[in-house]
């Protein structure tokens, strides 16, 4: 009985270890605003769940539709060769028992100018570079740079860098290349951890994600304490009951002992 009790709780155990997993929904490449005719790569990544991960879409077209609907498998992505307008929208990762990813929101446009910036939420500390791309040749042009609609910096080739993301850079980031055009704003998201005066302090976004999953997973936690207090409580064997009458004659009686059911009397061990 002890061994059940030892397996089940093993069991129960990895199951909440397992199950706490998610997916990811990525982009290659990795950006929210894409050219007409771009080629655009989605993946579920999971490196933890068995569940089988479907990609889906809500766009103009239609909601829930399925890769096979809009794109072509290769490998475990789903591929669209040639993105038009109509593909803007949201896209996930559902599994086959329910659970569902992140999301991501892409935008497909006609204007002259985009700026390709990280789809998903950096962590901080992290270095990222923002593009100005444009739709024509020559592509490397000087573009400035702009947060929350205020000026940041002008960059030769297109391009800006921040080596030590912070949560003070998360805003909505556009650029502008004189003579071509502006790009649409893009939203820049932070998490993580951040380091200030030698103090780790835990995002607020981060902390509310710590909150829900202990509130989730507090009833498997429960249920973990539950068994574990069964399995210590129950005995490996059962107790032989005590005697209290004397053994027979020629048994050996060390180890034996009497209990006195009269209170005043002092109970007495043999040994």
Request: glycine share 6%.
């Amino acid at each position: 009985m002890g061994q059940t009790c030892e397996v089940k709780l093993l069991l129960l155990i990895s199951s909440l270890c397992c199950s706490t997993n998610p997916a990811v929904v990525t982009l290659s490449p990795s950006s929210s605003q894409f050219f007409r005719r771009d080629l655009v790569s989605f993946s579920c990544e999971d490196d933890h769940s068995l569940a089988g991960w479907t990609l889906r879409r809500n766009t103009s077209t239609g909601t829930r539709k399925e890769c096979k609907d809009w794109g072509r498998r290769v490998a475990s992505s789903c591929v669209i060769d040639s993105v038009v307008p109509l593909d803007s929208g949201v896209y996930w990762c559902e599994s086959t028992e329910g659970g569902a990813s992140n999301w991501v929101n892409i935008t497909v446009t006609d204007d002259p100018v985009i700026l390709q910036s990280p789809v998903l939420p950096q962590e901080a500390g992290e270095e990222l570079t923002l593009i100005c791309k444009t739709k024509t040749a020559p592509f490397n042009l000087s573009a400035d740079f702009y947060k929350d609609g205020t000026f940041i910096r002008t960059t030769p080739t297109g391009h800006m860098t921040i080596h030590l993301v912070s949560k003070s850079d998360e805003g909505a980031y556009k650029c502008d290349i004189r003579g071509r055009g502006e790009s649409a704003p893009a939203w820049l998201f932070v998490t993580g951890q951040e380091v200030k005066g030698g103090v780790v302090l835990l995002e607020p976004s981060l902390t509310l994600l710590v909150i829900i999953h202990i509130v989730v997973s507090s009833p498997y936690v429960l249920s973990t304490l539950l068994l574990v207090s069964i399995c210590r409580q129950r005995p490996t064997e059962k107790a032989p009951p005590v005697s209290l009458t004397a053994p027979p004659p020629g048994e050996d009686e060390e180890g034996l002992e009497y209990d006195n059911v009269d209170a005043d009397v002092t109970t007495e061990h043999r040994f």
